[in-house]
């Protein structure tokens, strides 16, 4: 079991250091203490090493207090790394001459429960207000602001003079990314996007963002708990467990051994789970399963075996 | 390095579980000990006799086992504003204030004299003083204890129509809300930082720094409603009336040890009214 697991991350490693060169985003060796110099110091963060390649979805997951929320505040240089290194797209974010405004503007991060961020009564002002900040002119500032809101899924002419205390919370949640989009950037960060959103939001969201992925080279950070979410939509992802990466790499590898994950409070995505038990009751379906899809078909493919 | 770290800096209203002899004492006593250093603090105008009460407060951090860096942070967020009034009084003050006093610099129509000097001096000195006392007293008592001490100290007054459990209650969820804020501030402006906001900018342009942090305020202000909101709804939820005929989980029981610290407080009060120091 430990031996596993070791192999998979150092497989993991390796993988790393192959890859390094062409990423927008270095993360090395990164090490954070909470309220450091106080008596309610306490270690988030203990030597992650991850990288964000140009146009890819990478998924974060992990247990409550894994320390996700505190490696996605490094992506934009909300936090400088003190132990460690970050590098997004050439700046060196732990010197204090970064240009950490271009960083920020490269790299948009939208937290949980975004919808908190929105200030201006007007939906229209509120997605405007980050790139407001730019100094665009007023042309440029009305195509963002369209593009964004039009990106979401909610239509410019019908919300942009919405009060935003009448948008239902999905509605909401979309305003909110959108205040994030509209700065155009090149990587989005999203911590836990769907949560408490309705099914059908949910699903609505999801598209909207690998739609943005395929039509505008978007790269994607998603963070989440949701395992069928992040199966469904990452090319890669890290796994953290009390602050370090345990495992890292293509979903269905990582998910493939779902007692490896166990240990770290975590389950496979439920598509996974019914295949793996299936086969642990002797019905010969393919165990690496991601998506109900994918489930499906495996479980058809095995029915038509059968006959 | 970190600009977003609010809290870190923020002792007042924090709990610092650790066991000590200040830990340990019967709120009621705490809190009247607390307001008779209190009172000294405020009644000590002299040099000798703040360096007493300072040396006094570093007693009071020893004892209450808290490391002194860390009473000392809460310092941190207020230094700008020291150094403010520190520099208004040098300049402004002039002759106006005791103008007997003997003057010290003089350049053009900036007059320091000494008592200015000294005014500046005692009241860092106070500032830092009263941190301490009121830091101390916040990381050695739980917000419960607080509630139960202010409420039983309050108790004889009910006859004159003092709400002493209401105003208990109000202070322990004042205290209660300090991290809470803190904490929702920080992450708001992370939020706000992460979608193009600048925050901060020059110290003196007040107008745009205002402005600035209307993305900040706004939402913040929705968020401390909304949490009152639900607080009132939970507290409803289980029954919460007031005070008549309310029970308590914990019983405060008073040793004779923890009245030893109320009388130790008045004697510092007392020799710090009395003691000759030199004015």
Redesign the interface.
């Given at each position: 079991m430990t031996a596993s697991r070791a192999a998979a991350s150092a497989a993991g490693a390796r993988a790393e250091i192959g890859r390094a060169d062409g990423a927008l985003i270095h993360v090395e060796d990164l090490w954070h203490t909470y309220m450091a110099g106080t008596p309610f110091a306490e270690a988030a963060l203990r030597g992650v090493t991850m990288h964000v390649y140009p146009g890819e979805v990478v998924g974060v997951i992990g247990h409550t207090g894994s320390g996700k929320s505190t490696l996605i505040q490094y992506l934009n240089g909300l936090l400088r790394p003190a132990r460690g290194r970050v590098v997004v797209a050439g700046h060196e974010v732990g010197r204090s001459n970064a240009g950490i405004e271009a960083v920020r503007r490269l790299v948009g991060v939208a937290f949980q429960d975004p919808e908190d961020q929105v200030f201006e009564p007007l939906v229209g002002d509120d997605v405007a207000y980050g790139p407001r900040q730019l100094g665009l002119a007023a042309e440029e500032l009305r195509a963002r602001v369209r593009w964004a809101m039009e990106a979401v899924g909610l239509p410019f002419d019908a919300f942009k003079d919405r009060y935003t205390y009448t948008l239902s919370g999905g509605e909401l949640r979309k305003t909110a990314l959108a205040g994030v989009l509209a700065m155009r950037p090149q990587v989005l960060v999203l911590d836990e996007p769907t949560s408490g959103l309705d099914p059908a939001t949910r699903l609505d969201v999801r598209e909207r963002l690998l739609a943005l992925r395929r039509r505008d080279g978007l790269t994607l950070v998603l963070v989440s708990h949701d395992m069928d979410e992040i199966a469904g939509l990452a090319d890669r992802v890290y796994v953290l467990h009390a602050g370090a990466v345990v495992a890292s790499g293509p979903p269905r590898e990582v998910f493939a051994r779902p007692d490896a994950l166990a240990p770290y409070g975590l389950l496979p995505p439920f598509p996974t789970q019914v295949c793996v038990r299936l086969r642990a009751r002797g019905i010969p379906v393919r165990g690496d399963a991601l998506t109900i899809e994918e489930a499906g078909a495996a479980i058809a493919a095995a029915l038509r075996e059968a006959r | 390095?970190?600009e977003?770290?609010l809290?870190?800096n923020i002792t007042i209203g924090?709990y610092?579980p650790?066991d000590s002899y200040l830990h340990r004492l019967d709120p009621r006593a705490k809190i009247l000990a607390a307001i008779l250093v209190i009172a000294a603090v405020t009644f000590t105008p002299s040099l000798a006799g703040n360096a007493c009460l300072l040396a006094g407060g570093l007693a009071l951090v020893w004892l209450g086992r808290?490391?002194l860096?860390?009473a000392l942070?809460g310092l941190l967020p207020a230094v700008p504003i020291l150094v403010f009034l520190a520099v208004m009084q040098l300049v402004f003050f002039g002759r106006n204030y005791d103008p007997t006093s003997p003057v010290v610099f003089q350049w053009r129509w900036i007059v320091v004299t000494g008592a200015v000097l000294k005014l500046v001096v005692v009241s860092a000195a106070r500032f830092l003083e009263l941190l301490l006392v009121t830091s101390v007293f916040t990381l050695s008592t739980k917000t419960t204890d607080l509630t139960l001490g202010i409420e039983s100290l309050l108790r004889p007054f009910q006859r004159l129509r003092v709400p002493a459990h209401e105003l208990a209650l109000v202070v322990t969820i004042a205290v209660r809300f300090v991290p809470t804020l803190a904490l929702e501030a920080e992450?708001?402006m992370?939020?706000?930082?992460?979608?193009?906001?600048?925050l901060g900018g020059s110290r003196w342009r007040f107008i745009s720094r205002v402005r600035r942090s209307?993305?900040i305020l706004?939402?913040l202000v929705t968020?401390a409603l909304r949490r009152g909101e639900e607080l009132i709804v939970a507290m409803e939820a289980r029954a919460y009336t007031g005070g008549a005929g309310r029970t308590a989980y914990t019983v405060l029981a008073s040793r004779p040890g923890d009245w030893l610290a109320v009388g130790a407080a008045a004697v510092f009060l007392a020799a710090m009214l009395l003691a000759p120091f030199p004015a």
């Open positions: - | 390095m970190n977003f770290e809290l870190r924090q610092l650790v808290i490391p860096a860390y942070r992450r708001l992370k939020a706000q930082a992460s979608r193009g906001a600048r209307l993305p706004v939402p968020y």
